[in-house]
């Protein structure tokens, strides 16, 4: 069997820091923030630090941001980190970071994130090493996206989360050329009553939405 067919095996091969990540973006989505997760593991792969947005909510733990345009996940997860050099760390994030993250991995001195999902919102920003030897000197490999369903997910949580708030707004034309089956079914995900993402776990909503999510990461970019 193509373990791709079953959520359930798919999850369980699925390295911790990444279960992490996805577990802390849904935290971030049923709380009514954008569903991004990101955790940072040392040189050995230990978990040593874990953030997710709160842009939409009150109140944070010690340390961490809320109720702002800052509160992103990557950068809850890199605030405690004290000066130091971070080249052999790696960040893990469900959604490929934006400007405001990558600044915030490059002043960090983290040397890579993985992403699971492309954020087309963002796209040319890995060309930013070629306007400044500073920014070329302190660039964190950028490794992604992941493969089939898990991509999927990974973007189509917070570009659901947009497009509940402008349904024809700049996230949602970023996605119509180079991802329009992706833009489609996050449409589908916000008309629909009730909603696959109105699940009480994640483990629920993934497995409802498997089969749509492999048809999903099959289909041609635009």
Excluded: K
């Excluded at 973006?25 to 991004?36: D, I, K, P, Y």
């Excluded at 230990?46 to 733990?61: F, H, K, L, Q, T």
């Excluded at 493969?147 to 996605?175: D, I, K, M, N």
């Amino acid at each position: 069997m193509d373990p791709e067919t079953d959520f359930a095996i798919t999850w369980a091969a699925l390295p911790e820091p990444w279960r992490q990540s996805f577990l802390l973006a849904w935290e971030a989505h049923r709380a009514g923030s954008l569903g991004v997760g990101a955790v940072l593991v040392d040189p050995a792969g230990a978990v040593i630090a874990a953030g997710r947005n709160r842009s939409a909510e009150v109140d944070a733990p010690p340390g961490r941001v809320a109720g702002s345009y800052l509160a992103h996940a990557e950068v809850n997860a890199l605030l405690g980190l004290a000066p130091g050099d971070y080249e052999r760390h790696v960040l893990y994030t469900t959604l490929e970071p934006c400007l405001l993250c990558t600044a915030a991995l490059v002043h960090c001195h983290v040397g890579e994130v993985r992403y699971a999902a492309t954020d087309h919102l963002w796209h040319g920003l890995e060309r930013l090493p070629e306007l400044n030897d500073h920014v070329a000197r302190r660039w964190p490999a950028r490794v992604g996206p992941l493969a089939g369903p898990l991509a999927v997910w990974g973007a189509v949580l917070p570009l659901a989360w947009a497009l509940a708030r402008s349904p024809y707004g700049v996230v949602a034309a970023a996605h119509e050329l180079p991802a329009p089956g992706l833009l489609g079914l996050a449409r589908e995900l916000c008309e629909s009553t009730p909603t696959v993402l109105h699940q009480d776990s994640l483990a629920e909503a993934m497995d409802a939405l498997w089969p749509r999510l492999r048809q999903t990461a099959r289909e041609p970019a635009g």
